[in-house]
């Protein structure tokens, strides 16, 4: 298990580095089948161990990786699947658990509110590349077909903050999933509209 400070969504890639002594022995470990845990560190630090760990994870595989002069490897990840912590093992080597990926039945997406949260993020994207010229963001991108797949990649669209990103990755169901993030946005797309309008 790899904790960082920030959350990885199923079907997200994402950079990670990779330069403390533990974690090059947990890639040592699992380099005939390149696949790893990580979870959001609720308290503490990435470095050093003795953080707070949250109870949800996102199993990642290995898309590619670069060992560096200087013992560091870079790597890029894809979220694969949600899963739920059930116990923490010991930390040596490195931070280890036990997870309940059992898949929940009956959770089909709906299409209306898939369609209507589609919206919400894409129209908070938009609003917020107005107001951060740094920080735009394509409003336009390409979606998966698969309405699950889908649900995934607009919660690694949607603007939110870490904690915000966690408590969506937390809820089990993909309907309340769906729920939540356009809840989110419709309110931070206000925030953004009464910023402008201030002017």
């Not at 107005?130 to 394509?138: I, R, T």
């Given at each position: 298990?790899?904790?960082?400070?920030?959350?990885?969504?199923?079907?997200?890639?994402?950079?990670?580095?990779?330069?403390e002594?533990?974690?090059?022995q947990?890639?040592a470990?699992?380099?005939?089948?390149?696949?790893?845990?990580?979870?959001?560190?609720?308290?503490?630090?990435?470095?050093?161990?003795?953080d707070?760990?949250?109870?949800?994870?996102?199993?990642?595989?290995?898309?590619?990786?670069?060992?560096?002069?200087?013992d560091?490897?870079?790597?890029?990840?894809?979220?694969?699947?949600?899963?739920?912590?059930?116990?923490?093992l010991?930390?040596?080597?490195?931070?280890?658990?036990?997870?309940?990926d059992?898949?929940?039945?009956?959770?089909?997406?709906?299409?209306?509110?898939?369609?209507?949260?589609?919206?919400?993020?894409?129209?908070?994207?938009?609003?917020?590349?107005?107001?951060?010229?740094?920080?735009?963001?394509?409003?336009?991108?390409?979606?998966?077909?698969?309405?699950?797949?889908?649900?995934?990649?607009?919660?690694?669209?949607?603007?939110?903050?870490?904690?915000?990103?966690?408590?969506?990755?937390?809820?089990?169901?993909?309907?309340?999933?769906?729920?939540?993030?356009?809840?989110?946005?419709?309110?931070?797309?206000?925030?953004?509209?009464?910023?402008?309008?201030?002017?």
């Amino acid at each position: 298990m790899f904790p960082l400070g920030m959350v990885v969504f199923p079907h997200q890639v994402v950079g990670l580095c990779v330069f403390e002594s533990r974690y090059q022995q947990m890639l040592a470990d699992i380099e005939s089948e390149p696949v790893f845990g990580t979870c959001l560190i609720a308290r503490g630090s990435e470095v050093g161990g003795a953080d707070q760990r949250t109870s949800v994870a996102t199993v990642v595989h290995v898309i590619a990786s670069q060992r560096l002069d200087d013992d560091k490897t870079l790597m890029m990840v894809e979220g694969t699947q949600r899963v739920e912590i059930s116990e923490w093992l010991d930390d040596a080597p490195y931070p280890r658990a036990r997870v309940d990926d059992a898949p929940l039945e009956g959770d089909a997406v709906d299409p209306q509110l898939l369609r209507s949260t589609e919206s919400a993020v894409r129209a908070l994207r938009a609003i917020q590349s107005e107001m951060v010229a740094d920080q735009c963001l394509k409003s336009n991108c390409e979606m998966d077909e698969d309405p699950l797949v889908r649900t995934w990649q607009l919660c690694s669209m949607a603007p939110m903050p870490v904690f915000d990103q966690f408590a969506v990755l937390s809820l089990p169901r993909t309907n309340e999933r769906l729920r939540l993030i356009a809840e989110i946005c419709c309110e931070r797309y206000g925030d953004y509209q009464r910023i402008l309008a201030l002017g």
